[in-house]
């Protein structure tokens, strides 16, 4: 048995959860990534907070983010949008990368 939620819904959903921490745009990405996911499956996909805190986490950039994975930024390189940009790269190269206005969510791995 399914309920259909509305974006809202999924996202408020997501935000209750305490143990995620999510923002509200980190949660409006995600829940909009899991709709275009279902769509391009064409498959419903069980709404699991749990199950998403634990395999999604938000990061303020992309460089945090791909610190905590063991990134290093190039050393001849002060520009911090360019800094940013390998970062980007190198996570997309491993995971799922969730771009939003404020940050990014990675798939972990």
């Known amino acids: 048995m399914y309920i259909n939620l509305s974006l809202t819904e999924a996202i408020s959903l997501l935000i209750s959860d305490d143990n995620a921490g999510w923002s509200w ?50 050393k001849n390189e002060d520009d911090d949008e360019e800094i940013e940009s390998a970062a980007i790269a190198y996570l997309e190269d491993q995971t799922t990368v969730i771009k939003f206005s404020t940050g990014v969510i990675i798939q972990q791995f």
């Open 25 to 74: 745009d980190g949660a409006e990405a995600l829940a909009k990534y899991l709709e275009d996911l279902e769509d391009s499956l064409d498959k419903a996909i069980e709404f699991d907070r749990v199950s998403f805190r634990c395999e999604y986490s938000e990061y303020s950039s992309a460089l945090e983010a791909a610190q905590d994975y063991g990134f290093t930024p190039p």
